[in-house]
């Protein structure tokens, strides 16, 4: 219009040009330059009397170049922006690197030193065990004086194992959460120029150091997905200490995509994983595209939510005591309350501590295991007691368990085994070392074969085997009573053999049918 009426105003559409083509991004210039480059200068070049050749030489070509500068110069800052973007996500990188490396570092030590403590730990104090054992039998000769060499060298061993636990143990990891999240969020702030706002609700209680971990884990990748894909400005941390669980949230004023909206990354996916390794979850809320909230759960931990199992040891051998006290006193769950080394002196320690187990080798001088377990039993019928053995026999089991023993074990036994067990006696059941559990059941058949009283209880049967006498009536498998009781399958066939042997049967068929003749089930 303004050519129209201005011939000489036909140059002042060129610094239009140049803005038309400077915000010709993504596909605009797909129309927009035609129009720019051809269309307009063609209309001016009419309406001013151009002819075909000045307007094709002077207003087409000139129009073009103004375009293709402004185009030109909308790459070039689109390129900077870019190259602060790739800078600012280089230092979240380097920070997620830098932080991923530490923490694996934590990790690994933590795994090692348990696996150290489990294995090789558990190694020494069973060969201890057993050389104390053989040397009780050997006379002060040349034999018994190699094997004091041994055993010296094994409690050695045993004394550096540890050492060497202590010191792979993260000792990072006794800092409370809450310190090291606040160590987290200073350092991503430093390095990266992100705001990042940190808010605890609760009193922080306490917790293992798989679930610290995780949760650091957790707030890591949630920083560094805020910040390189949602390119958030500013992120929001809160823990949450609930009374029945621990709840971190991560909210950011980030942009999604829509395809990153409803997928998980690999990031993502791996923090769900580490959160169901401990019964948790994880939640992502995108309501509006510009806000994303990730909650993760984890229940309290355990050891807050289950009662604590206590222990108390009874060995006359010190480092077999010294043994069995590092192998329970990794599990959170199990307390010991008292330790003693003859059968006098854990009747006196029970009647203070009133524990929930005894766990008590069954040859002691001047008292045995068993004459101790009886005289607390006598005191308090509640008590568990456990007999510990460093040999398979038969009789010594058999008599332990019918003067009341809740279990018959070997020294040898492996820690988790040991630790699985004192919660299965604690719960109410009876175990016996599986090696000789056959054969005591077997002595206890011909034991109670020719008693065949009547009555619901004239069999001595526990509620256990009664419970599990329905389930075999009903055509389960040992396997499938042993997942509905939480058991394994060996502890259910150990109760079957039990409950065989005082019913004096030898089949389940057998079982069932005497079972319901007495009108037991």
Request: glycine share 6%; with cysteine.
């Amino acid at each position: 219009m303004l050519a129209f009426f201005l011939h000489d105003a036909l140059w002042q559409f060129i610094p239009i040009a140049f803005v038309i083509g400077f915000y010709s991004i993504q596909r605009v210039y797909i129309w927009s330059s035609p129009l720019t480059i051809a269309v307009i200068p063609f209309i001016i070049g009419m309406v001013t009397d151009q002819t075909l050749a000045d307007t094709v030489l002077r207003l087409i070509s000139n129009y073009g170049v103004a375009f293709g500068l402004g185009y030109a110069f909308q790459l070039l800052v689109t390129n900077h922006k870019q190259g602060l973007i790739i800078r600012k996500q280089n230092s979240v990188l380097e920070q997620y690197v830098h932080q991923v490396e530490q923490l694996t570092l934590l990790e690994e030590r933590n795994r090692l030193s348990r696996e150290l403590h489990d294995t090789v730990g558990h190694t020494f104090t069973t060969m201890i065990m057993g050389m104390e054992s053989i040397r009780s039998s050997l006379a002060e000769d040349k034999v018994g004086r190699k094997l004091n060499v041994l055993l010296n060298t094994a409690r050695d061993g045993l004394k550096d194992m540890r050492k060497l636990v202590h010191q792979l143990d993260p000792s990072t990891m006794d800092l409370s959460l809450i310190q090291y999240v606040k160590q987290l969020v200073d350092k991503f702030m430093e390095s990266t120029d992100i705001s990042v706002k940190f808010r605890c609700f609760g009193d922080e209680y306490s917790l293992s150091k798989e679930v610290k971990l995780t949760i650091i884990r957790c707030i890591q990748e949630a920083l560094t997905n805020a910040v390189r894909h949602g390119r958030a400005s500013e992120i929001k941390v809160s823990l949450y200490f609930d009374s029945l669980e621990l709840r971190l949230q991560v909210e950011d004023n980030g942009v999604l995509e829509r395809e990153q909206k409803f997928e998980l990354g690999f990031g993502l996916n791996a923090m769900k994983e580490r959160l169901q390794a401990l019964q948790g979850n994880l939640s992502i809320h995108t309501d509006s595209m510009e806000e994303t909230v990730i909650i993760c759960t984890i229940p309290r931990n355990s050891e807050d939510n289950t009662e604590t199992i206590k222990v108390i040891l009874v060995d006359d051998q010190p480092s077999i005591l010294d043994g069995l006290k590092t192998t329970l006193e990794s599990h959170s769950q199990l307390q010991i309350v008292g330790i003693a080394e003859s059968g006098e002196d854990v009747i006196a320690l029970c009647s203070q501590t009133q524990p929930d187990i005894v766990l008590m080798d069954v040859n002691m001088p001047n008292m045995s295991g068993i004459e101790a377990m009886e005289a607390i039993k006598e005191k308090n019928s509640m008590i568990k007691v456990v007999i510990l053995s460093s040999f398979e026999n038969v009789d010594q089991a058999v008599e332990a368990l019918q003067k009341g023993a809740n279990g018959y074990l070997l020294k040898s036994i492996q820690p988790k085994e040991l630790i699985e067990t004192l919660h299965f006696i604690h719960r109410g059941d009876t175990v016996i070392y599986h090696e000789i559990a056959n054969q005591v059941f077997e002595d206890l058949r011909e034991r109670n074969v020719s008693d065949e009283g009547h009555g619901k209880n004239d069999y001595g049967l526990t509620s256990r085997e009664i419970e599990i006498i329905h389930y075999l009536a009903k055509g389960m498998r040992y396997k499938a009573i042993a997942a509905r009781l939480f058991l394994s399958e060996g502890t259910v066939r150990n109760y079957a053999s039990e409950m065989y042997a005082k019913l004096g049967v030898s089949n389940r068929d057998q079982a069932i049918e005497k079972c319901s003749a007495e009108g037991l089930i």
